[in-house]
């Protein structure tokens, strides 16, 4: 039967000679008291003096590879440099461990070099319970702050879309003319069958005015007078079939692969290789350009305002 | 002379609207051309390229080709219809839907027959032509892919119709497709991008010739089906070809608003050995020509940038004289400007609506009161404006609105009169009477309908007619109404200008016929003495009282205008008068408005024309010496309209061209060399 000895790890069939010279009890069962009344290195030999165990030792289980030269697993972290892994976790997980170990290490830095033969320092549940959990909290920590930042980086892309987007769409009254066109158009295929009575009746053209000129309230009209209604199916067929020829000369006149330019390219051109040279239209003409020339204003105002700052 | 407050307006947005096609007759001398919104308008040629006829275009009438038959004109768009056009009505006569989808081509064989047309599904569909119609006749052989363009063989015998990526010709009778010649793709980057044979030429020696997409003119042989020559003139697309009468020219237009001329000339000096031979390259347009017209003596082109060009070629007409100048008409030859004299009140006419602005007292903008907008597809055709500005009334070819218009300090209103005499139906000129009381409107065969315009209603009063003797009753294209409400002047198409007494309600007289057509008439409100200006720079002044011409037009016309007069390109549109000096006549052509002092001597043959910078820097007692009549005013350009209102205003509407070419589709982007 052999028994281990918990403090020194070695195993004896009588016990633990170094425990019992270092009058330590070999006491086969599992409880860990720390009594240091003088421990030896294993390694290194040294023999330290030991001190009280205080609260603070006992608080804190020695944290595994905090010997310095125990060879292997037991390696201090503050002298060892640190690996690739390491280095990919982050400083901030080593440090803060160091960052941890450095101040209850104060108080063991002696005791730790020469405590291979002693027995593992006592820690209470409690404390390890809050180590686990502090642990765990860090670890939510960081993966809660770099979700956040992902985030950040998304959301902040997005808007950036959004503003190009918008930048490209055309403004707001052109956009409100195209609907008032279609809605137009939808109307003249409902006033097509109407149109068959106008030569019969003039008296028919004034409310047929009126109509026109409700504009979008096209629903909610109401049908005077004789009108009839015809269906449209075959002009919006023969529309279609107008828009997708008119659709394939523009593509292939000004689609992409033709080279075309705009107009004010060209008059600019033209200034520049005139006679009389003068400068790009939109510098000739005040009415041109003008939301380039208003970015522009901006961006000078922007400018100054910055060469201004660190001035004053 | 004085001096005059100028009301300088730049507020009328007009943009003419692009050349999609044209055709040239040659037995009438007449161009049709068709633009993008619909309007297909004729151009006289013999008659200083003067814009006869003008048909209002409709929404959703995108007409792709023309075509002439004889005297009859015919269209077809990309909304599947063909459409014959009235000529003498100014409207189309009727549709004929091809069922074809849209179409792309029309032609017509050489002896007037039939009618081929290309349509989106592949088939070319014939059609024979008919005493007052078309009838459908068959199709010919179906093909995948649309077909671009047409041409008959003079023999009638063959159709070559250009596809994409190549050329099918077709048996006329059979309509079974004989050969079939590949076109090339495009070198470099595009082998990916089909090539479309945008037009093709058919020559009685089955000489084939095609302009594509990749932009290369082929010359095929049409019997053996095999390529003869290549010609890679630009590197946009060629979009139009035109084969000359004799067959001897053909002229290409690109992209590029180039228009290159091959001939078919021998290179050596002696007969035998022709061949087709690029010669002259034209660069008369910024935008892309998509419309030619290889007249006997001249090439025409019309694109993109609105402008008819008219080149004459230079081994056809005489050097450095008047017939071989070119010719760019880039404004219509009639008014669209409005104006009440009274009430300071402007119309501007568009297509599709109608613009009322209120002129402002200090040199600040104008305020724009109401917008009209037309009911239906048409577009408007004429429009007028009572001088008291409370009448507004506008027509289509369908029908006439008539609003009675209320102009406050900031605000305004228009209210439409509801019940219109059904006499009113299709007009082609509108006007009011000078007390706003009565409203003339030319209608068919020439006559005037007079119907009384009040508060209350709108009723219908008199049909003024002519006995006439020709059989072809051209529609009245100029009105005008004298101040003291007893003379009307009508002027058609036919040059014949007719006088009516409204007192009496007929015909008074009529002035003799000269072979111009006249582009405005107006009555001079103190002397009653008509003032007609004619397509040829020509003036005549004819009194209504003692009907014959006044001394002071028999003067004009035997001492004879200058040459500097009468080689300007662009017509007098308009002609008003001075309230506070009975002599002077005001008129306006495109680019400048001349001020006629009828009590000053006429010119001398040597004399400058243009010596109002020279009579300014004269002492005041030499320039009496040296002033003659014509007083003339280049300071404005591109006018518009030229009006004097009632407060001895002038108010000149200006629309510069750059302005135009600014809001122009997009041109091809040329690398230029240090650009």
């Keep these: ?42 390694c290194c030999g040294r023999t ?61 830095t002696l005791s730790l070099e020469s405590s291979d033969d002693e027995a593992p320092e006592e820690v209470t549940f409690e404390d390890s319970k809050a180590e686990a959990l502090r642990s765990m909290k860090q670890a939510l920590d960081t993966a809660r702050r770099e979700k956040e930042l992902l985030k950040e980086k998304r959301r902040k892309r997005q808007e950036l879309f959004q503003e190009q ?46 109509k026109k000129r409700s504009g979008k309230l096209a629903n909610a009209r109401n049908l005077k007078g004789k009108y009839t209604v015809t269906t449209v199916k075959e002009r919006t067929l023969a529309s279609f079939q107008q828009q997708v020829a008119e659709e394939f000369i523009r593509s292939r006149l000004y689609g992409p692969g033709t080279c075309r330019t705009t107009s004010n390219e060209m008059l600019s051109l033209q200034n520049k290789k005139g006679w009389n040279k003068s400068a790009a239209v939109q510098f000739v003409k005040k009415d041109w350009a003008s939301k380039e020339k208003a970015k522009a204003e901006k961006l000078k105002k922007r400018w100054l305002h910055k060469q201004q700052i660190p001035s004053c | 002379m004085g001096e005059f407050k100028v009301h300088r307006v730049r507020f009328f947005d007009y943009m003419p609207s692009a050349i999609r096609t044209m055709a040239f007759n040659s037995q009438t001398e007449r161009l049709a051309v068709a633009r993008a919104d619909g309007a297909v308008e004729i151009f006289n040629f013999n008659d200083n390229f003067f814009q006869e006829k003008v048909i209002p275009g409709q929404d959703g009438r995108a007409i792709e080709a023309l075509c002439w038959v004889g005297h009859r004109l015919f269209s077809a768009g990309l909304n599947g219809e063909i459409t014959e056009y009235d000529l003498e009505n100014l409207r189309p006569q009727y549709t004929v839907d091809a069922y074809g989808g849209p179409i ?103 000489t084939i010739i095609s302009g594509d997409s990749a932009g290369k003119v082929q010359i095929w042989n049409g019997l053996t089906g095999t390529l003869v020559r290549t010609y890679l003139v630009t590197k946009w697309d060629v979009l139009v070809l035109s084969v000359s009468k004799d067959e001897s020219s053909v002229i290409a237009g690109t992209s590029e608003g180039t228009v290159i001329q091959f001939q078919f000339i021998s290179s050596t000096l002696d007969q035998h050995d022709k061949e087709w031979v690029r010669t002259r390259t034209f660069r008369n347009h910024s935008h892309d020509v998509s419309a030619l017209a290889h007249t006997d003596t001249a090439v025409v082109s019309g694109g993109m940038d609105t402008q008819l060009v008219v080149r004459p070629l230079l081994d ?107 006499e009113l139906r299709s007009v082609h000129q509108l006007c009011f009477s000078s007390d706003s009381s009565k409203l003339f409107a030319s209608s068919c065969q020439s006559s005037v309908i007079v119907v009384a315009v009040s508060q209350q209603e709108c009723r219908y009063l ?179 309209c030229v009006s004097l209102l009632e407060d001895l205003s002038l108010v000149v509407v200006e629309r510069p061209l750059l302005d135009i070419m600014s809001q122009l589709p997009a041109p091809v982007r040329q690398k230029k060399f240090a650009t």
């Design chain 2, 462 to 640: 008199h049909t003024l007619k002519h006995k006439t003797v020709s059989t072809m009753l051209y529609r009245l294209h100029l009105l005008c109404a004298s101040d003291d409400g007893k003379w009307l002047a009508t002027a058609n198409t036919d040059c014949e200008i007719h006088i009516y007494n409204l007192h009496k309600m007929k015909l008074h007289c009529m002035v003799p016929v000269y072979n111009s057509c006249p582009t405005t008439i107006a009555i001079h409100p103190v002397t009653n003495n008509l003032i007609s200006v004619h397509a040829d720079q020509q003036i005549f002044e004819f009194s209504l009282v003692q009907k014959e011409y006044t001394q002071w037009s028999r003067r004009l016309q035997t001492q004879g205008l200058l040459s500097l007069w009468l080689e300007r390109d662009t017509p007098i549109t308009h002609i008003t008068f001075n309230p506070k000096n009975p002599d002077h006549i005001i008129l306006h052509d495109t680019y400048m408005f001349c001020i006629i002092d009828q009590s000053l001597p006429f010119p001398e043959l040597n004399a400058v024309l243009w010596n109002q910078m020279t009579l300014k820097n004269l002492p005041v007692s030499q320039r009496i010496g040296q002033s003659h009549a014509f007083k003339i005013c280049k300071i404005f350009q591109h006018l518009m």
């Design chain 1, 48 to 108: 330290q003096p030991t001190f009280p165990p205080t609260a603070a030792g006992r608080r804190r289980a020695r944290p595994p590879g905090t010997h310095p030269s125990a060879g292997g697993r037991r390696q201090r972290p503050q002298q060892r440099p640190q690996t690739r892994a390491e280095k990919q976790r982050g400083k901030a997980s080593s440090t803060s461990k160091t960052a941890d170990i450095e101040k209850p290490t104060e108080s063991f």
């Design chain 2, 316 to 422: 056809k007409v005489e050097k450095n004289t008047q017939e071989s100048a070119l010719r760019k008409i880039a404004f219509p030859h009639r008014s669209l400007v409005g104006c009440a004299k009274k009430a300071g009140l402007l119309l501007f006419q568009f297509p599709d609506r109608l613009e009322l602005w209120k002129l402002g007292e200090s040199e600040g903008h104008g305020e724009q009161h109401t917008h009209t907008h037309t009911l239906g597809e048409d577009h408007i055709c004429c429009s007028a404006l009572s001088a008291c500005g409370g009448w507004l009334a506008y027509s289509t070819v369908s029908s006439v609105r008539l609003y009675r218009i209320h102009v406050m300090i900031s605000v305004s209103s228009s209210l439409q009169v509801p019940k219109l005499p059904k």
């Design chain 2, 104 to 206: 792309w081509t029309i032609s017509s064989n050489s002896q007037g027959t039939q009618l081929a047309v290309g349509c989106e599904d592949g088939t070319v569909k014939i059609f024979a032509i008919l005493e007052e119609r078309i009838q459908f006749q068959r199709n010919l052989n179906r093909h995948k892919g649309r077909i671009i363009s047409l041409c008959w063989h003079p023999s009638s015998a063959q159709i070559a119709a250009g596809m994409t990526d190549m050329i099918t010709i077709y048996d006329a009778e059979t309509g079974q497709a004989t050969r079939r010649l590949l076109v090339d793709r495009a070198m470099g980057a595009s082998k990916n991008k089909e090539v479309v044979v945008w037009s093709v030429g058919y020559l009685s020696d089955h």
């Design chain 1, 165 to 210: 987007k918008k930048r490209k769409l055309l403004s707001a009254d052109v956009l409100e003319e195209i609907d008032s066109a279609s809605s137009k158009k939808q109307k003249q295929s409902e006033d097509e069958g109407e149109q068959e009575e106008k030569p019969e009746k003039e008296g028919g053209d004034g409310k047929k005015k009126k």
């Design chain 1, 1 to 42: 039967m052999f028994t281990l000895c918990l403090f020194t790890g070695l195993t004896s069939d009588t016990g633990c000679a170094s425990c019992a010279a270092a009058g330590l009890g070999s006491s086969g069962s599992g409880r860990r008291t720390r009594r240091r009344l003088g421990c030896s290195c294993r």
